[in-house]
Antibody, heavy 127, light 110 residues
Framework: QVQLQESGPGLVQPSGTLSLTCAVS?????????WSWVRQAPGKGLEWIGQ???????DYSPSLWSRVTISLDKSKNQFSLRLKFVTAADTAVYYC????????????????????WGQGTMVTVSS | NFMLTQPHSVSESPGKTVTISCTRS????????VQWYQQRPGSSPTTVIY?????PSGVPDRFSGSIDTSSNSASLSISGLKTDDEADYYC?????????FGGGTKLNVL
């Protein structure tokens, strides 16, 4: 079955760049997937960061778009998040997730939902 | 941009029914599907309702979802409450290119 696993530094300096990678296993790239990043600050709710389509187009949260880049490397079965100029407010658990379009192109999925999540990785912004 | 507003917390007794609301700030609630996620402490979210009212395989029929265009809101109802249902619940929708989550509702089963 499809599995996602986040990796990257757990500590980032203020004003630096947060970089995370999500390894994808067991998935096919059928075009129905939107590979996504979601974060959750300590004690807070879920916040959508952005998503990337099969063809490479990306959508970003209006509150983060000026600082965020999501990229997809299908040859390595992974997608990545870069968030620039981080502050303490960016301290959070970062999840990678598969979101689906209105159809399931290959294998089973839950259409229109985030149906597969990584376990999450805690990133702290501190000097 | 749009926002989804949920109550911060709800409480109910085992065996009872609870309903959690999710109000969309702009744009019609019917224009994009609403999903609901359950998140237990220390765990990743899981889908309990998708496409407004559909249950994924394995989710008990005690969970149901609906939308109400008159109040521009969605609702998640859980009947026959069990202590195991105690968790945070999030609604989620989109406007085509961006995604929003509600602020989350902590369900206390007392």
């Amino acid at each position: 079955q499809v599995q996602l696993q986040e990796s990257g530094p757990g500590l980032v300096q203020p004003s630096g760049t947060l970089s995370l990678t999500c390894a994808v296993s067991g998935a096919s790239y059928s075009g129905s997937e939107l590979w996504s990043w979601v974060r959750q600050a300590p004690g807070k709710g879920l916040e959508w960061i952005g998503q990337i389509y099969h063809g490479g187009r990306a959508d970003y949260s209006p509150s983060l778009w000026s600082r965020v880049t999501i990229s997809l490397d299908k040859s390595k079965n992974q997608f990545s998040l870069r968030l620039k100029f981080v502050t303490a407010a960016d301290t959070a658990v970062y999840y990678c997730a598969r979101r689906n379009r209105g159809f399931c192109g290959g294998g089973s999925c839950i259409p229109n939902a985030f149906d597969i999540w990584g376990q999450g990785t805690m990133v702290t912004v501190s000097s | 941009n749009f926002m989804l507003t949920q109550p911060h917390s709800v409480s109910e007794s085992p065996g009872k029914t609870v309903t959690i609301s999710c109000t969309r700030s702009s744009g019609s609630i019917a224009s994009n599907f609403v999903q609901w996620y359950q998140q237990r402490p220390g765990s990743s979210p899981t889908t309990v309702i998708y496409e407004d009212s559909q249950r994924p395989s394995g989710v008990p029929d005690r969970f149901s979802g609906s939308i109400d265009t008159s109040s521009n809101s969605a609702s998640l109802s859980i009947s026959g409450l069990k202590t195991d249902d105690e968790a945070d619940y999030y609604c989620q929708s989109s406007d085509g290119t961006t995604v929003a989550f509600g602020g989350g509702t902590k369900l206390n089963v007392l």
